[in-house]
């Protein structure tokens, strides 16, 4: 096993192909295991019992690594987005920044609210503030139907790095760049350009 995850599949990985369609045999995780991963919300990676079947990240000496703390905070945020949807909530290349960008521009909420949270989760000063952040926009963006989904393989290999002091920078730049830069089509070249927006990565509170 390393750092950043195991030969095993992860929960989410195992219901859904990550392109929109859950895997042959399957219909979607039972309610039951969704309700068992939610009661993990707020608690310490690895104390609550009904998780332990869920984790890939385990190891035999009990300890708390940053790839269970990683997996534990992706789990229980794939259950909450999840909840009720009759389609997968796990997509590949929708990275964070991406998906919150779709939140933003859903019109469902104030941009300027889903700014100043999406702000706020990029400059957590902790994981567990980090974590409190993500619960409040994941669920924001459950109400924006189909929605773009979040690829939470992404997500669990950022929040492996976001804790460590050489890694957590790249990712708080990856996420901003995802959030703020726009393709717009140049309609005197007919081509695609990647345009920032005035607050581009390289200057929101992101960076």
């Not at 399957?26 to 993990?40: F, M, V």
């Not at 990240?57 to 009720?84: C, K, M, N, P, W």
């Not at 989904?149 to 050489?166: E, M, N, V």
Request: charged share 25%; with cysteine; hydrophobic share 35%.
């Amino acid at each position: 096993m390393t750092e950043t995850g195991s030969p095993q599949r992860h929960y989410w990985q195992r219901h859904t192909d990550g392109e929109g369609r859950w895997r042959i045999g399957r219909e979607g995780p039972p309610g039951a295991e969704l309700a068992a991963l939610r009661r993990g919300i707020g608690r310490e990676a690895g104390s609550v019992p009904e998780l332990w079947p869920f984790y890939t990240t385990l190891t035999e000496d009990g300890r708390i690594r940053d790839a269970l703390r990683a997996e534990h905070v992706a789990l229980t945020h794939f259950a909450v987005y999840q909840q009720s949807r009759p389609w997968p909530a796990h997509r590949h290349g929708v990275g964070f920044g991406s998906a919150m960008r779709a939140l933003r521009d859903s019109g469902q909420f104030s941009v300027d609210a889903v700014d100043r949270r999406f702000a706020a989760a990029a400059t957590a000063a902790s994981l567990a503030e980090l974590e409190a952040h993500l619960r409040g926009l994941v669920t924001q963006l459950r109400a924006v139907k189909p929605g773009p989904g979040l690829d939470f393989t992404s997500l669990f290999r950022d929040l492996c790095d976001w804790q460590r002091l050489d890694r957590g920078p790249a990712v708080r730049r990856r996420w901003g760049s995802q959030y703020f830069v726009r393709r717009v089509d140049t309609a005197d070249t007919g081509t695609d350009e990647a345009v920032a927006s005035p607050n581009s990565a390289e200057s929101s509170p992101a960076s």
